[in-house]
């Protein structure tokens, strides 16, 4: 596929095998964000990558509580990646959906399904998602902006159609 053709085929990935990810993935996901540009490129973002299944479903966990729900809201998927940016930069919140936008692409690309999942911040406001974050030697400060996941889909997503209002002035 083309980088084009690969933009626009991207679609959620919502049921995963349990094959992990090759680390190379992970961080080649991890790049993709890291090289998203950022407001007066401060580059406020801090990716938390998380391929052990035991921690995977600590956040898996916590995620669900803040639904209150026990299913799973990473759908199995067996790679969680975490973006967070430090909130005292004006654009912190743009720069960490951002950041997110191009790991989902990314993931794409490698031939992986991924989506965006949210409840982020709620998150990493507990005392379980701060130790986690300690744990990876993250500051506990930072605000949780998105979780991407990834994995091999059990079954392809289809592309959505989409609509969204576009005015051309040419
Ligand atoms: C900010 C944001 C939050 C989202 N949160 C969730 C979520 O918590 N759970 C989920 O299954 N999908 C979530 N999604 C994925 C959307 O459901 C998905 O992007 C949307 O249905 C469009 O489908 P597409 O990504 O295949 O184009 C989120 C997407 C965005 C951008």
Request: net charge neutral.
């Amino acid at each position: 596929m083309t980088p084009t053709e690969l933009l626009l085929d991207r679609a959620s990935c919502k049921s995963y095998t349990s094959e992990p990810l090759l680390p190379d993935e992970a961080r080649l996901i991890v790049q993709a964000g890291q090289a998203a540009p950022s407001g007066m490129n401060r580059q406020p973002t801090a990716f938390l990558a998380v391929l052990d299944p035991a921690i995977r479903d600590r956040l898996s966990r916590l995620n669900a509580a803040v639904l209150q729900t026990k299913t799973d809201p990473f759908y199995g998927a067996p790679a969680v990646f975490a973006v967070l940016a430090d909130p005292s930069a004006s654009t912190y919140l743009y720069d960490g959906s951002l950041a997110a936008g191009q790991m989902l692409l990314q993931a794409n690309a490698l031939g992986l399904g991924s989506c965006w999942i949210h409840r982020a911040r709620e998150v990493f406001e507990t005392e379980e998602g701060k130790s986690i974050l300690k744990q990876a030697g993250l500051p506990e400060d930072y605000e949780g902006i998105g979780f991407v996941i990834a994995g091999h889909p059990a079954t392809k997503p289809a592309v959505k159609k989409k609509t969204s209002l576009t005015g051309w002035l040419v």
